[in-house]
Nanobody, 115 residues
Framework: QVQLVESGGGLVQAGGSLRLSCAAS????????MGWYRQAPGKQRELVAV???????NYGDSVKGRFTISRDNAKNTVYLQMNSLKPEDTAVYYC?????????WGQGTQVTVSS
């Protein structure tokens, strides 16, 4: 059974940086895309960033130029480097892996940015 394990969340001051990681445990094949969503209290879940198997990336408008997504295929791990963090980035961040016939999600990691 595949599980996604996230790490790297926490509390940071505005302007600071955090790096999130999400690693898959168990056998997983033919990953098409890996990515991150986030959900703030009282708001809908929104796309943060996605990276395809070919390396193409896409970002939510609110994080463009500040966040960078990357992946290590050998380790089945996806990363999210978050710079110039703002209080409005405060949310629970969820990673996901998507492939043919499957869609796995992490349990979520809290990111809190203080002003």
């Amino acid at each position: 059974q595949v599980q996604l394990v996230e790490s790297g969340g926490g509390l940071v001051q505005a302007g600071g940086s955090l790096r999130l990681s999400c690693a898959a445990s168990g056998s997983i094949f033919s990953i098409n895309a890996m990515g991150w969503y986030r959900q703030a209290p009282g708001k809908q879940r929104e796309l943060v960033a996605v990276i395809t198997s070919g390396g193409s990336t896409n970002y939510g408008d609110s994080v463009k130029g500040r966040f960078t997504i990357s992946r290590d295929n050998a380790k089945n791990t996806v990363y999210l480097q978050m710079n110039s963090l703002k209080p409005e980035d405060t949310a629970v961040y969820y990673c996901y892996f998507q492939g043919i016939g499957y869609d796995y999600w992490g349990q979520g990691t809290q990111v809190t940015v203080s002003s």
